[in-house]
């Protein structure tokens, strides 16, 4: 059972997100503000960290900059009310992982929050069809004779790999891909689906306005 700290100051919302997690199965630990939630932190240990973004005290990013700067390296998602890039931007750069906004969506809720466990539970080397992907190293092989795939196509397809034969959006692949980055590149996408066809022809298949995904 996966361990999450919610931290919103609203504590109607606080606790519609608490009952609708626990009912999904996840052990839920809250605060309501960022000072508790640091106390939280250094006592417990999290799969996921849920933060506001806007809070007393300080905001969310103060708080995870501080905890990515102590070491804590755990998973969070934004929740927030905020949409210029800049403020985004700035979210990934302390170390978010993915942020979702008011008004959110429970369902999505739930879907962000699978699709970040799948990922901290990732295996580093996949093998399929004959082929090794090392996401460390950046490789994929045949025996032992490299690939000629760029980092950014390597990355793509472990995304995909990694999705288990399950759709993975847009939204997805590109934060994961450009998380600093100010834009991302839907064409860029496309080059690199395009390379991964030349290996795997009939696997990788795109939802036209979804996303991508990886026959099994």
Do not use: C
């Not at 934004?78 to 210029?84: H, P, W, Y």
């Not at 990922?119 to 000629?148: A, C, F, H, M, P």
């Amino acid at each position: 059972m996966a361990k999450i700290l919610i931290l919103e100051d609203d504590k109607l919302f606080n606790e519609t997100l608490q009952d609708f997690l626990e009912e999904e199965g996840y052990d839920i630990e809250f605060a309501l503000d960022p000072y508790s939630a640091l106390e939280i932190t250094y006592n417990n240990n999290f799969d996921l960290y849920l933060f506001d973004v806007n809070l007393p005290y300080e905001n969310g990013f103060e708080l995870l900059k501080k905890l990515r700067d102590s070491g804590d390296m755990t998973p969070t998602i934004f929740i927030t009310s905020r949409d210029d890039k800049s403020s985004l931007n700035h979210g990934f750069l302390v170390g978010a992982d993915d942020y979702i906004k008011k008004p959110i969506d429970l369902d999505e809720l739930q879907l962000r929050i699978l699709a970040i466990l799948r990922r901290t539970t990732r295996r580093d080397k996949i093998e399929i069809d004959g082929y090794s992907l090392d996401y460390i190293s950046k490789r994929v092989t045949k025996d032992n004779q490299d690939i000629e795939f760029n980092n950014k196509t390597v990355e793509f397809l472990y995304i995909l790999l990694e999705a288990n034969g399950e759709v993975v959006s847009f939204y997805e692949i590109e934060n994961r891909l450009w998380a600093t980055a100010k834009t991302s590149s839907r064409g860029s996408l496309r080059v690199y689906a395009t390379q991964i066809k030349k290996y795997f022809p009939h696997r990788i298949k795109n939802i036209r306005g979804v996303g991508y995904y990886f026959e099994q």
